[in-house]
C-alpha cells in the first residue's frame, strides 16, 4: 500500500470513528445481480482487490472451524462461483454447492467449475436462499458471504441465518460476512472512491456502481445482531470493528463452544488468490480491523 493510500485509509477510520451513525440504508435497486454486463464484470473479480474480502471472509471459516471438519460446505448468494471455488482450493472442502437466485450468475459459476476441473467438488443450483430447502444437519459449513445488504429486509437475513443453522451439522460453523454501513454518505463515497478506483481503472464501472450500492444498503452491527435466529442451541459471536465498520460478521459455532478461534491466519500472501497490489495491501487493512475488532457474544 503506497502511504497516500494508507494515509487516506487512516483518515476515513478516524472519520468514521468520531462520527454519530446518520446514514441511513438505501436498498439496492435489485436484490438480483443478472444483468449481463454486471455478471460479466463480477466475473472479473479475481483480478481485482475484492479478493481481499474473499480472503477475509475464508480465514474467519478457517480459524473457526473444528479440526477435520472439511468434507461438505454450502456457499450462499454464491454469484459467479470465485469463493465457492476458493472454499474447495483453499480450504480444502471436498464436496461444495453454491447457491444463487441469479440463473445467469449459477450459469457461468458452472463454468468456471468447469475450466478449473473442479467439477466433481464443486456444484452449483439457482435457488432462494430465503426459502432454503437443503438437508438438516448435512454441511460442515454454511457459508452467507457479503450478501446480506442485498435482502430487503432484517426479517430475511434472521430467515436465511435460521435456514443456515439447520442444514450445519452440529459441529459445524455458520458465518456470516458482509459489508457494514458507515456512517455518513460523505465518508461513504470517500471510501468508495478509494476502495473501488481499481474497477474503474479496470473498466469496470457497473461494478463499480454496484459497489457503491452496496454499501449505501449495508446494515450495521446492531441490525445485524438482532438476526441470530430465536431459540439456537449455537454459541453465536458478533465481530464489531472498532474502527471502519464496512466489514462485519456474525460466527455461529457449536454449542458449548468457548473459544472463537482454534488456529492461526491462512498464508493468503502466498496463496496466489491476492493477484493485484491493491488486493494485498487491502488483506493487510483488512486482516488489521479483523485483530483490532471486538467479538462478543450474542443472546439468541
Avoid at 467439477?119 to 448435512?138: C, W
Amino acid at each position: 500500500m503506497t502511504t497516500n493510500r494508507q494515509d487516506l485509509f487512516l483518515q476515513l477510520v478516524k472519520d468514521n470513528m468520531e462520527s454519530p451513525q446518520i446514514l441511513q440504508r438505501t436498498p439496492e435497486p435489485s436484490g438480483v445481480t443478472d444483468g449481463e454486463q454486471n455478471v460479466n464484470q463480477y466475473n472479473r473479480v479475481l483480478n481485482t482487490n475484492m479478493t481481499s474480502n474473499y480472503a477475509i471472509a475464508m480465514d474467519l471459516m478457517y480459524r473457526c472451524r473444528s479440526e477435520n471438519s472439511n468434507h461438505s460446505a454450502l456457499d450462499l448468494c454464491s454469484g459467479p462461483g470465485l469463493l465457492t471455488m476458493g472454499l474447495s482450493n483453499y480450504l480444502g472442502y471436498k464436496h461444495v454447492l453454491g447457491v444463487d437466485l441469479s440463473q445467469p450468475m449459477t450459469s457461468i459459476a458452472q463454468q468456471n467449475a468447469k475450466l478449473a476441473g473442479l467439477e466433481g467438488k464443486v456444484r452449483f443450483k439457482t435457488g432462494d436462499v430465503i426459502n432454503l430447502h437443503e438437508a438438516d444437519h448435512s454441511f460442515d459449513l454454511v457459508s452467507f458471504t457479503n450478501a446480506a445488504h442485498h435482502l430487503p429486509d432484517l426479517a430475511s437475513v434472521r430467515r436465511v441465518l435460521t435456514a443456515s443453522e439447520k442444514a450445519a451439522k452440529p459441529e459445524g460453523i455458520v458465518v456470516l460476512t458482509d459489508i457494514g454501513r458507515l456512517k455518513t454518505a460523505e465518508i461513504t463515497d470517500r471510501f468508495v472512491a478509494l476502495a473501488g478506483e481499481e474497477f474503474i481503472k479496470l473498466n469496470m464501472p457497473d461494478m463499480y456502481e454496484d459497489f457503491r450500492n452496496s454499501m449505501y444498503a449495508g446494515w450495521t452491527a446492531e441490525e445485524l445482531a438482532t438476526c441470530v435466529p430465536k431459540n439456537t442451541k449455537r454459541v453465536w459471536v458478533q465481530m464489531v470493528p472498532t474502527g471502519l465498520t464496512s466489514h462485519l460478521a456474525l460466527l455461529g459455532l457449536p454449542a458449548g463452544r468457548e473459544k472463537i478461534f482454534l488456529r492461526e491466519s491462512y498464508d493468503w500472501q502466498s496463496s496466489g488468490l491476492l493477484r493485484s497490489d491493491e488486493a494485498k495491501s487491502d488483506w493487510q487493512v483488512l486482516r488489521h480491523i479483523v485483530n483490532t475488532a471486538n467479538f462478543k457474544k450474542l443472546a439468541a
